[in-house]
């Protein structure tokens, strides 16, 4: 299914048609005949997009948007107001409450199928889901959007100079954002920062220029996530559809009110933001599945991971590897006697120590409260990882570790190092073995005395 609609219109004869063009368009149609039952469906089936008439026999449509935009749980689910007038200041109030378009009735079927489809692909892309949001919060990883309420960067691409002019003396007086007029040469440049909304003419520079010009745009890592708003001329709805399914965030007519344009400019920036905040609360989630927090090593599961793929290598290209896994000394010692903050400085201070000291291309991970773990790629001989493993002993042992209360302590390391077998046996054992025999190292090294390297046995066989 294409998603979950909420029509919500007070004649029944309306929702049903509505119900059976969604439906051929295969998205899930839900309904509702007053403003009551919207806030209900709104708030329990989190619907995809709400298509909210301005006339409701309880409640007036303007309310229930009110009541919507206000509620955490339904705030960021796209709303198009629709009405059986076209006074511009019903449409107006409507855009000033968060509405995401207004369209008047009889409407358009090509253009409200093209607005629906423009409307769930910005919320796809950006992670915007009201189910997402709603996980998100219930992790306590979303943000409030308050955060994301300052001003923007407008950039405005006229053919004519004297358009673009024009277009940012009357926006400029209405907005609180920096608002920049730009060639097609420097939207494309990438050149300072990406501007937040890019608004295009349409027909920059020959017929068709402004779209074409908007497909460049989100075809680029840098400016694929900006939104785009098209000024046009006039066009039919198929034209004003085709606009919508290249790509456009929202249209303008040539000759705009100022007063509309600040708004729909408006909520497609806070609409923008708040996809930028999803993306970033992902991408940290993510970052924070694999990294360690207080040493920004990797942490085990993505070493295990990370190893794996090592091994896989390796096999391939018929070489060897080698396994640390290296642990401080008697290091219980340390918390109990300066405390947990001292023992989180030694960890870190030992973790950065270790990473300054390995190849760009070499695996280091923390693996247990003062247990790391190190892998080397393409390590020929088992003294040359010796050597390596020597090196990161030293850069340890070498200076006293300042403690946050003042004063330093010595710190010392053990490290089991085992490397992957070499000729036939080296398919027959699996990589957690390896990481076994340099675990037995370590207790090696820790039972020989501490501060020392000791390599598996069997790896110089």
């Not at 939207?187 to 300072?192: F, K, P, S, V």
């Not at 785009?228 to 039919?236: A, H, K, S």
Request: aromatic share 4%; with cysteine.
């Amino acid at each position: 299914m294409g998603g979950k609609v909420l029509i919500t219109d007070n004649v029944a004869t309306n929702r049903i048609v509505l119900k059976v063009k969604l439906a051929a368009a295969c998205y899930l149609p839900l309904m509702a005949g007053d403003g009551a039952s919207c806030l209900s469906l709104a708030r329990g089936e989190l619907p995809d997009l709400i298509l909210l008439d301005w006339a409701l026999p309880d409640v007036p449509g303007l309310e229930v948007l009110r009541h919507l935009r206000a509620d955490p749980a339904t705030r960021d689910i796209p709303v198009i107001m629709i009405s059986a007038s076209r006074d511009p200041a019903i449409r107006l109030q409507a855009l000033a409450e968060g509405a995401d378009d207004f369209l008047a009735k009889p409407v358009d079927d090509p253009v409200l199928m093209a607005r629906l489809r423009s409307l769930l692909r910005l919320r796809d892309s950006s992670g915007e889901g009201a189910v997402r949001g709603a996980a998100l919060r219930a992790l306590g990883l979303a943000e409030r959007a308050e955060a994301f309420e300052g001003p923007g960067l407008i950039a405005l691409v006229a053919a004519r100079p004297e358009t673009g002019l024009r277009w940012r003396k009357e926006l400029q007086a209405l907005m609180p954002d920096r608002i920049v007029l730009q060639t097609r040469e420097e939207a494309l440049a990438e050149a300072g920062p990406v501007p937040d909304i890019f608004v295009i003419d349409a027909d920059l520079d020959g017929p068709g220029g402004g779209l074409r010009l908007m497909s460049d745009l989100r075809s680029r890592a840098g400016s694929r996530h900006a939104a785009v708003c098209i000024v046009r001329g006039p066009m039919g709805g198929e034209g004003a559809a085709m606009i919508y399914d290249l790509g456009a965030n929202d249209l303008l007519p040539a000759a705009f009110d100022p007063r509309e344009a600040r708004l729909r400019l408006r909520n497609l920036l806070r609409r923008k933001r708040r996809g930028d905040e999803m993306r970033a609360t992902l991408q940290n989630g993510l970052r924070l599945a694999v990294v360690d927090p207080l040493t920004g090593l990797y942490n085990r599961r993505y070493a295990g991971a990370h190893l794996a793929a090592v091994a896989e290598r390796a096999r391939a290209s018929d070489e060897r590897f080698a396994v640390m896994v290296i642990d401080l000394d008697r290091f219980k010692s340390v918390n109990d006697r300066w405390g947990h903050g001292a023992g989180d400085a030694v960890l870190v201070a030992v973790a950065r120590r270790l990473h300054a000291n390995l190849r760009p291309g070499d695996l280091i991970a923390r693996i247990g409260g003062e247990e790391f773990l190190v892998a080397l790629p393409d390590v020929p001989r088992p003294e040359d990882a010796h050597a390596v493993a020597e090196r990161l002993r030293e850069a340890v042992e070498e200076e006293p570790v300042p403690l946050p209360g003042g004063g330093s302590l010595r710190v010392t390391i053990s490290v089991g190092l085992a490397l992957s077998p070499d000729g036939a046996g080296r398919r027959a054992e699996p990589v957690d073995a390896v990481v076994q025999r340099a675990d037995s190292a370590l207790l090696l090294a820790k039972s020989a005395g501490r501060n020392q390297v000791t390599i598996e046995r069997s790896a110089v066989a």
